[in-house]
């Protein structure tokens, strides 16, 4: 199957649109600790969708598993345990910062490390500088983080303009100290992400192998890392859980709706699986570049999260210049993703061209 990397920036696009919107069902979860919804979201997340998709597109999915390189599981695995810790902590961030400023500060990072980390490890990074189409990616990375840092700072200038009592009137635990630091750790160990899908590529050979659609081999590697995230998640929700005593939440005596939070903490576990359901499908249409993949998806995200909060009234009490500066983020981060998609396409024609 050849590369498409227009059809990959689509792909991307509208896993980045699914990523932004995931937490938005969390929002209408009453009378449940953030533990409490977050795993039973992360269930639907890292298990039950991961299965279904899997065995759904590639009936031969066991057999994968069963033969796959250990070394492509253990590595998957572990990737996806950093990478969890990551997905725990970016809920945090969302906590004290916001939808729009909490995904700007922390995928800023992943970004970042996602995308130039996995070439540099293989060695690849000077023969990618060293051509034109390589020129242009690199160029696109760059802006992609030009557009993070304009969004930072229209965080910033909220920082300095709204009152405390407006922030916290649409972000009631709202604290940009500790949602900064919070966010880069989040942004840093998210980025882990893209290391356990380079490591899952044997996984993705073998479902390729047995007949899988190209747009779907990476469903089965998926199983492998989301149980690593899985595993963090269960282990530090459990703690809090009993910790708390929040499970307590439960019960009758609670009056909570158990039956509708769960069916939003389920939506949004689902939302959350079709961010990387899209993502997967779009690496595999931008060709020899598909780490760039990393950037576009985090750009996305940027751009749809912001959006988000521009309808949740986050910025609300905010001056012209700042709104403006955030609109600019947007506008750079959209540029970015173009910038990274006529690199592939350089690369696809320069290829057929020889």
């Given amino acids: 199957m050849h590369s498409n990397p227009a059809l990959g920036v689509l792909l991307h696009a509208i896993g980045g649109l699914a990523a932004a919107s995931f937490y938005i069902p969390y929002k209408r979860v009453q009378k449940w600790s953030w533990e409490l919804y977050w795993i039973l979201g992360g269930i639907f997340s890292w298990v039950v969708m991961p299965w279904i998709i899997a065995a759904s597109v590639c009936p ?9 390189p250990k070394s492509s599981l253990i590595w998957s695995y572990v990737f996806g345990c950093l990478w969890g810790i990551g997905g725990m902590t970016f809920g945090l961030s969302m906590r004290y910062l916001g939808v729009s400023l909490g995904y700007a500060m922390a995928l800023g990072f992943c970004a970042l490390f996602g995308t130039i980390v996995p070439p540099i490890f293989k060695g690849e990074f000077m023969e990618l500088i060293a051509k034109p189409s390589g020129l242009v990616l690199m160029l696109g990375m760059v802006v992609c983080l030009l557009g993070v840092g304009i969004s930072g700072l229209a965080g910033m200038m909220k920082e300095r303009e709204v009152s405390d009592t407006e922030k916290k009137s649409t972000i009631k635990e709202f604290s940009f100290v500790k949602g900064v630091w919070v966010a880069i750790f989040a942004g840093v160990m998210s980025a882990c ?10 996984m993705a050979e073998q479902a390729k192998m047995y007949g899988t659609p190209e747009l779907w081999v990476n469903s089965v590697s998926y199983i492998v890392i989301f149980a690593g995230g899985f595993t963090v998640n269960l282990i530090a929700c459990a703690y809090l859980l009993l910790k708390n005593k929040s499970w307590q939440e439960l019960s009758p005596k609670n009056a909570a709706p158990n039956a509708i939070n769960l069916l939003f903490s389920a939506l949004a576990g689902i939302t959350w699986y079709l961010q990387f359901m899209f993502y997967g499908m779009g690496t595999t249409q931008m060709g020899r570049y598909d780490f760039s993949s990393w950037t576009i998806h985090m750009a996305f995200i940027i751009v749809f999260s912001t959006l988000w909060g521009i309808l949740y ?11 403006n500066t955030l609109l600019a983020g947007i506008y750079v981060l959209v540029g970015s993703t173009v ?10 024609i320069t290829k057929v061209t020889k």
């Fill in 339 to 348: 910038l990274v998609g006529v690199g592939n396409y350089i690369d696809k």
């Fill in 193 to 202: 992400m893209a290391f356990a899908i380079q490591a899952g590529k044997p």
């Fill in 60 to 68: 031969y999915t066991m057999n994968i598993l069963s033969s796959a």
């Fill in 313 to 323: 009234k986050e910025w609300k009490g905010c001056s012209k210049k700042t709104f």
